[in-house]
């Protein structure tokens, strides 16, 4: 396994900058996707105080999700600290450092109908700042219906409650209004996904909406893996009403750096691959 990165290039920087969102192909070899697989099956048949089944009794398929893996399987910690992820997060966001913020993981087994709801990332957490993604593995092949899907342009949009996944409800005292109702008129929107197969991943910028449908395929599962990057600017916030994550207390006061025990730092510009902003 090795931490080595194909540099990310000015055309996928400036696609990230203008969608939100980027699509990098083939960035992980077989021996990380392997890693992983048997962190996932370690995850499913021992679930962390986390966990969660969004799939009802009696209805096919399962969607399920934990939190927090690195913190108590080594599988994950492994591809936190070692992994070339750390390293495409600090060249997208052109940032001299990267946190590690915390990783989430979905599976969507054969036929499951459980949808992803419409939502940005950053509402659900206690971080302030603009250098801030996300990091979508799948370990499985992916097709573009059954993928996640991104409103092109969305990162400029102003923050909007959260909702939970298991019954869709909204987040408590937060303040902020609902997202629009994105099903009810698909016409104002442009919406990017891609087919996928291992190895590739997706990265997008916190504040993009972006969803995703049930696992259409009767074949293959949809495993994936979510990493939460946080760069220069990111700031631990403390929001109003219901927050997410962390889901422990940091010990970090408001407009603090993340560096913390919680929220490492992984890399610095110096470990290799050096920022975008160096070689655009």
Not at 46 to 74: H, I, K, V
Not at 251 to 276: I, K, M, N, R
């Given at each position: ?79 936190v600290f070692r992994s ?31 949808r992803t709801p419409w ?81 590739d991943c997706i990265v ?77």
């Amino acid at each position: 396994m090795t931490r080595e990165v194909a540099r990310v290039t000015g055309e996928q920087f400036a696609r990230y900058e203008e969608q939100g969102v980027v699509c990098l192909r083939g960035v992980f070899d077989d021996e990380w996707l392997e890693e992983l697989r048997a962190g996932i099956e370690e995850a499913l048949r021992n679930p962390g105080p986390l966990a969660e089944n969004y799939t009802p009794g009696g209805r096919p398929g399962r969607f399920f999700s934990d939190l927090d893996l690195w913190q108590r399987l080594p599988h994950f910690r492994n591809f936190v600290f070692r992994s070339p992820a750390a390293a495409i997060a600090g060249q997208i966001m052109r940032s001299q450092k990267i946190n590690f913020f915390y990783d989430q993981l979905f599976v969507k087994e054969p036929g499951t109908a459980e949808r992803t709801p419409w939502h940005q990332d950053q509402p659900y957490w206690a971080v302030s700042g603009r250098q801030v993604c996300s990091l979508w593995l799948p370990l499985d092949p992916v097709a573009a219906e059954s993928s996640v899907q991104y409103i092109k342009g969305s990162h400029h949009w102003p923050a909007h409650n959260p909702q939970h996944f298991s019954d869709h409800s909204p987040y408590r005292d937060t303040g902020l209004p609902a997202l629009p109702d994105i099903d009810a008129h698909p016409e104002r929107y442009e919406f990017l996904a891609w087919d996928m197969q291992p190895g590739d991943c997706i990265v997008f910028q916190a504040m993009t909406v972006h969803g995703a449908g049930g696992n259409r395929s009767l074949v293959h599962r949809r495993r994936a893996l979510a990493t939460r990057w946080c760069g220069d600017d990111a700031r631990f916030l403390r929001r109003a009403g219901e927050v997410a994550i962390p889901t422990s207390d940091p010990g970090l006061t408001d407009g603090a750096e993340l560096d913390c025990e919680q929220f490492p730092v992984v890399w610095h510009a110096s470990d290799g691959a050096e920022p975008a902003a160096r070689w655009l």
